[in-house]
T-cell receptor, first 116, second 111 residues
Framework: AQSVAQPEDQVNVAEGNPLTVKCTYSVSGNPYLFWYVQYPNRGLQFLLKYITGDNLVKGSYGFEAEFNKSQTSFHLKKPSALVSDSALYFCAVRDMNSGGYQKVTFGIGTKLQVIP | DGGITQSPKYLFRKEGQNVTLSCEQNLNHDAMYWYRQDPGQGLRLIYYSQIVNDFQKGDIAEGYSVSREKKESFPLTVTSAQKNPTAFYLC??????????FGPGTRLTVT
């Protein structure tokens, strides 16, 4: 079984400050990890993913995420938040060894509010 | 929202009526998915299809049906058997690097 936890329902950060949105995961094998962003009444947009290699993954719009195997975490970060970053962020995981149907499990989402 | 289109954006139906949500993609992707999104519950998988003429139930398939007669199209029917159909429905396809491309969603309200 695989699962994702996003422990914070909402994260508030001042514009220009660094932001972190937390994600922890559980899989039996090795993980594929993803971050998506959703603006109001829109579909999700892919931000970045980790499959293998460098633990620091860079993605769209200046976002990056750090894979930490020992802590089973994949936190999303950005050095300087913009008001336009305000949105709902989803972490997702797939077990690399799942074979067959490649189910992706999504977290419940974290609302990011960037305050001007 | 990539090359995935969903229509309509808003849909209103009376209880007891079946309704079909459209999903079309021009990305030439084999795998397609339907999710339901409710506040505080994230995305839950309804049905998925890995290839034309094949589809499988997801975690919450009861009260829903799908077809996959063409690679480009994966319509979802919400039947009267679905107890709580009011929700935001998202269609997606899977790209070559495992990322998913989502449509803009259909907000269904059943009264």
């Amino acid at each position: 079984a695989q699962s994702v936890a996003q422990p914070e329902d909402q994260v508030n950060v001042a514009e220009g400050n660094p932001l972190t949105v937390k994600c922890t995961y559980s899989v039996s094998g090795n993980p594929y990890l993803f971050w998506y962003v959703q603006y109001p009444n829109r579909g999700l947009q892919f931000l970045l993913k980790y499959i293998t290699g460098d633990n620091l993954v860079k993605g769209s719009y200046g976002f990056e995420a750090e894979f930490n195997k020992s802590q089973t975490s994949f936190h999303l970060k950005k050095p300087s938040a913009l008001v336009s970053d305000s949105a709902l962020y989803f972490c997702a995981v797939r077990d690399m060894n799942s074979g067959g149907y490649q189910k992706v499990t999504f977290g419940i989402g974290t609302k990011l509010q960037v305050i001007p | 929202d990539g090359g995935i289109t969903q229509s309509p954006k808003y849909l209103f139906r009376k209880e007891g009526q079946n309704v079909t949500l459209s999903c079309e993609q021009n990305l030439n992707h084999d795998a397609m998915y339907w999710y339901r999104q409710d506040p505080g519950q994230g995305l839950r998988l309804i049905y998925y299809s890995q290839i034309v003429n094949d589809f499988q139930k997801g975690d919450i398939a009861e009260g829903y049906s799908v077809s996959r007669e063409k690679k480009e199209s994966f319509p979802l029917t919400v039947t009267s058997a679905q107890k709580n159909p009011t929700a935001f429905y998202l269609c997606a396809s899977r790209g070559p690097m495992d990322e998913q491309y989502f449509g803009p969603g259909t907000r269904l309200t059943v009264t």
